[in-house]
């Protein structure tokens, strides 16, 4: 395994992936989380280089599922205008806490998911980080709204927060929220409906 991690490096690091030696930070993750409040719908405004975000329009609807589980529909509209969307479930681990965990593609493996400041009505900063080898670790940020803008101040606001936790934000990249499609699971059956005629 720690093979084939060293072997993806070059592919990893070639697409924008951001790597820092050492372990993870533990930044604070806000407390008094409502999870209730937080689900609906949340648009990425800007974010730490990640692989597997190639599009524009990234958005995330989170739907409770069950009493601590919460399906995440990530969606982004590829480079080709195509709409993608990848299905995950997160877990609240500690019921005091924003310490979310997340799998992906049906998989059993978690990943951290850590709400670190949100109002649950405009604005939201989530922090994930996974360590390689106990040498270097790989960490994402995505900072959120409710709408497909948010105020510059805001933005600035929570990005200091991060380099305070010793998270370097100088990689981060702005969303495209232009030209977007309103409902874009419609548009993506739609496509799939026109490909089966």
Known sequence: VQAMLLALLPLLGANGQTFHTGKCPKPPVQRNFDLSKYLGRWYEIEKLPAIFEKGKCNQAPYTLESNKQ?????????????????????????????????????????????????????YSLVYSC??????????????????????????????????SNGIDTARTTMTDQTDCPTDMQQQQQQQQQQQQQ
């Not at 049906?106 to 649950?120: A, F, I, K, M």
């Not at 960490?139 to 709408?147: C, K, N, Q, V």
Request: glycine share 6%; net charge negative.
């Open 130 to 163: 996974a360590d390689v080898l106990g040498v270097f670790h790989v960490d994402f940020a995505w900072i959120l709204s409710r709408s497909r803008t948010l105020p510059a101040e805001t933005i600035h606001r929570l990005k200091l927060l991060l380099s």
């Open 70 to 122: 919460v399906q995440v529909l990530n969606q982004e509209i590829l480079p080709d205008g195509k709409p993608s969307e990848i299905v995950g479930m997160a877990e609240l681990k500690n019921a005091a806490n924003t310490a979310l965990e997340v799998s992906f593609f049906g998989g059993e493996r978690l990943s951290p998911y850590w709400v670190l400041s949100t109002d649950c009505d405009s």
